[in-house]
């Protein structure tokens, strides 16, 4: 049986920083005239609504902070006391009284009159928590009233759904200094934080629901990126004319493998071919005909030690591959060199990347180029560490497309970055089970085919993540997936619809299952 198909998301979907939030969410109220209380209003039913559904019975315990967050928490605790739910609420550097409850009877307790026990006595029987105590606007670990709650809610079983952003997490980075909570799910408000969508803000937010609560369009300059969503890729599958052919359709030169390697130049034409590419090309050591020829006879073979062939190849293709298994020798270089001669639209990925930051050739600028680095990869060609990048991938991106000139990065990981001219866009789709070796080579073939059949090079690589990543889950093989298995099920990720939901929600924007 085929899997569910997630994420489900509207597109475009764009994520914002906390910081991002914080100035539009002013703005919106100061110059737009969005009334403040109409906002919170909107934001404490809709993740009211949210709770009810993923939790339809017992006691909820609902937490709240100072500011908008713990103004939204006490919207949601008098929503559901009013739709009949027990609910206590603990506030934490919140002044009573608390008018947004509206007289409603809520069981309610200061968290300076409880010390660790009673809290964690007032947390002992609920279905669920809310928590509503730091949201966005968070530095630093949680302190006071709101840091005890958070080592409370560690020894509790409920789950936690989160107002905005899980406490302790930033939400401009998904960095966490201290103690932070960790949600079954989280209710963003307009748009989903950055933070939570990197690691390891990631992991603490659970499954992603985005509503809507009356924000205005963003400002063109605070669009800083979008979701990588089915739904995104739903409008941008390349289309084919009904009257075609195969080289019109898009042909791809894939120039991978060296001897001994023919597997990485099978996997990424296998899924180039499969990606929708009209005819592949697959220039490799002349060593690997024999097994080239008997694994994929669509492929057409092209001796890599064969000049004249190889300029033709790549003559004749509209777009190239390179990198996956051709080694990084005098040989390889060479051949590079060959690649890098031709003004074709490319993705550059694996050897080729150590022979840039090797200076065997300089980096190809331009932006027709993608580069497809691993963090290692990406710390060779910026001189830094694995850690170094690692530490802030989002400025890793920026330092690459800015010392490189090339026109797309793709930074692989935990989300997969792919940075451009247009801003910075970030996977949702992919899981841990594609870390396995041979997963690069299809990723390198399916953006070699969506260029090669026309699109823009940003929009080539986030099809090719979208592309592999829900044929990844297509598979259904959990952590035994292998890279051969991503080929065979991406016929079918191209017929599916954008995806689904199981909240009947009319203000839902995106929902995203927990990061694995």
Same mark, same amino acid.
């Given at each position: 049986?085929?899997?569910?198909?997630?994420?489900?998301?509207?597109?475009?979907?764009?994520?914002?920083?906390?910081?991002?939030?914080?100035?539009?969410?002013?703005?919106?109220?100061?110059?737009?005239?969005?009334?403040?209380?109409?906002?919170?209003?909107?934001?404490?039913?809709?993740?009211?609504?949210?709770?009810?559904?993923?939790?339809?019975?017992?006691?909820?315990?609902?937490?709240?902070?100072?500011?908008?967050?713990?103004?939204?928490?006490?919207?949601?605790?008098?929503?559901?006391?009013?739709?009949?739910?027990?609910?206590?609420?603990?506030?934490?550097?919140?002044?009573?009284?608390?008018?947004?409850?509206?007289?409603?009877?809520?069981?309610?307790?200061?968290?300076?009159?409880?010390?660790?026990?009673?809290?964690?006595?007032?947390?002992?029987?609920?279905?669920?928590?809310?928590?509503?105590?730091?949201?966005?606007?968070?530095? +630093? @670990?949680?302190?006071?009233? =709101? $840091? *005890?709650?958070?080592? %409370?809610?560690?020894?509790?079983? /409920?789950?936690?759904? &989160? #107002?905005?952003?899980?406490?302790?997490?930033?939400?401009?980075?998904?960095?966490?200094?201290?103690?932070?909570?960790?949600?079954?799910?989280?209710?963003?408000?307009?748009?989903?934080?950055?933070?939570?969508?990197?690691?390891?803000?990631?992991?603490?937010?659970?499954?992603?629901?985005?509503?809507?609560?009356?924000?205005?369009?963003?400002?063109?300059?605070?669009?800083?990126?979008?979701?990588?969503?089915?739904?995104?890729?739903?409008?941008?599958?390349?289309?084919?004319?009904?009257?075609?052919?195969?080289?019109?359709? +898009? @042909?791809?030169?894939?120039? =991978? $493998? *060296?001897?001994?390697? %023919?597997?990485?130049?099978?996997? /990424?034409?296998?899924? &180039? #071919?499969?990606?929708?590419?009209?005819?592949?090309?697959?220039?490799?050591?002349?060593?690997?005909?024999?097994?080239?020829?008997?694994?994929?006879?669509?492929?057409?073979?092209?001796?890599?030690?064969?000049?004249?062939?190889?300029?033709?190849?790549?003559?004749?293709?509209?777009?190239?591959?390179?990198?996956?298994?051709?080694?990084?020798?005098?040989?390889?270089?060479?051949?590079?060199?060959?690649?890098?001669?031709?003004?074709?639209?490319?993705?550059?990925?694996?050897?080729?990347?150590?022979?840039?930051?090797?200076?065997?050739?300089?980096?190809?600028?331009?932006? *027709?180029?993608?580069?497809?680095?691993?963090?290692?990869? /990406?710390?060779?060609?910026?001189?830094?560490?694995?850690?170094?990048?690692?530490?802030?991938?989002?400025?890793?991106?920026?330092?690459?497309?800015?010392?490189?000139?090339?026109?797309?990065?793709?930074?692989?990981?935990?989300?997969?970055?792919?940075?451009?001219?247009?801003?910075?866009?970030?996977?949702?789709?992919?899981?841990?089970?594609?870390?396995?070796?041979?997963?690069?080579?299809?990723?390198?073939?399916?953006?070699?085919?969506?260029?090669?059949?026309?699109?823009?090079?940003?929009?080539?690589?986030?099809?090719?993540?979208?592309?592999?990543?829900?044929?990844?889950?297509?598979?259904?093989?959990?952590?035994?997936?292998?890279?051969?298995?991503?080929?065979?099920?991406?016929?079918?990720?191209?017929?599916?619809?954008?995806?689904?939901?199981?909240?009947?929600?009319?203000?839902?924007?995106?929902?995203?299952?927990?990061?694995?």
């Amino acid at each position: 049986m085929t899997p569910p198909i997630r994420p489900w998301a509207v597109d475009p979907l764009p994520w914002v920083t906390g910081t991002t939030a914080a100035a539009f969410d002013a703005w919106a109220i100061q110059e737009r005239n969005v009334p403040q209380a109409a906002l919170m209003e909107r934001a404490g039913v809709a993740a009211a609504r949210v709770v009810h559904h993923l939790h339809p019975q017992g006691a909820v315990c609902v937490l709240a902070g100072k500011g908008n967050n713990g103004g939204d928490a006490l919207v949601a605790a008098r929503s559901l006391a009013a739709w009949g739910r027990e609910v206590r609420l603990v506030t934490a550097d919140r002044p009573a009284p608390h008018p947004l409850l509206h007289d409603w009877p809520v069981s309610h307790r200061d968290a300076a009159d409880l010390d660790d026990r009673g809290l964690e006595l007032v947390l002992v029987g609920a279905s669920v928590v809310v928590d509503g105590l730091l949201g966005t606007g968070i530095s +630093g @670990a949680p302190r006071g009233a =709101a $840091g *005890r709650i958070v080592e %409370a809610l560690r020894s509790c079983e /409920a789950p936690v759904v &989160a #107002l905005d952003v899980p406490s302790g997490v930033d939400a401009d980075q998904g960095r966490v200094a201290g103690a932070a909570v960790r949600a079954a799910a989280t209710v963003a408000f307009g748009w989903p934080k950055l933070g939570t969508l990197l690691h390891p803000g990631r992991a603490h937010t659970g499954r992603l629901l985005v509503v809507e609560i009356g924000f205005p369009p963003l400002r063109p300059e605070d669009r800083a990126g979008l979701l990588l969503t089915p739904a995104w890729a739903q409008g941008r599958w390349p289309r084919r004319d009904p009257v075609t052919h195969k080289n019109k359709v +898009g @042909a791809l030169a894939v120039v =991978a $493998g *060296r001897t001994g390697m %023919a597997g990485a130049g099978i996997l /990424a034409s296998r899924a &180039a #071919l499969r990606s929708g590419a009209g005819y592949v090309r697959l220039v490799t050591d002349p060593g690997n005909r024999e097994v080239v020829q008997s694994a994929l006879p669509e492929a057409v073979f092209v001796d890599a030690s064969d000049p004249g062939a190889v300029r033709e190849a790549l003559e004749s293709s509209r777009a190239v591959a390179v990198g996956p298994g051709m080694g990084t020798d005098e040989s390889a270089a060479h051949l590079l060199r060959q690649v890098l001669a031709v003004d074709r639209p490319r993705v550059v990925d694996a050897d080729a990347l150590t022979l840039l930051s090797e200076g065997s050739e300089a980096v190809p600028a331009g932006a *027709r180029t993608v580069l497809t680095p691993h963090p290692g990869e /990406a710390a060779r060609l910026l001189g830094d560490s694995v850690e170094g990048v690692e530490k802030d991938r989002v400025d890793a991106t920026e330092r690459l497309m800015d010392g490189t000139g090339v026109g797309v990065v793709v930074l692989k990981g935990a989300p997969t970055l792919v940075r451009s001219a247009a801003g910075m866009n970030v996977d949702t789709v992919a899981t841990s089970d594609l870390a396995v070796a041979g997963m690069g080579d299809t990723l390198t073939g399916a953006i070699g085919a969506f260029l090669a059949q026309g699109c823009p090079p940003a929009d080539a690589a986030g099809l090719g993540l979208v592309a592999t990543g829900r044929a990844g889950a297509r598979a259904a093989r959990g952590v035994g997936l292998q890279s051969g298995d991503i080929p065979e099920a991406l016929p079918g990720v191209f017929v599916e619809g954008p995806g689904h939901t199981d909240l009947s929600l009319p203000d839902l924007l995106l929902d995203l299952d927990p990061a694995r």
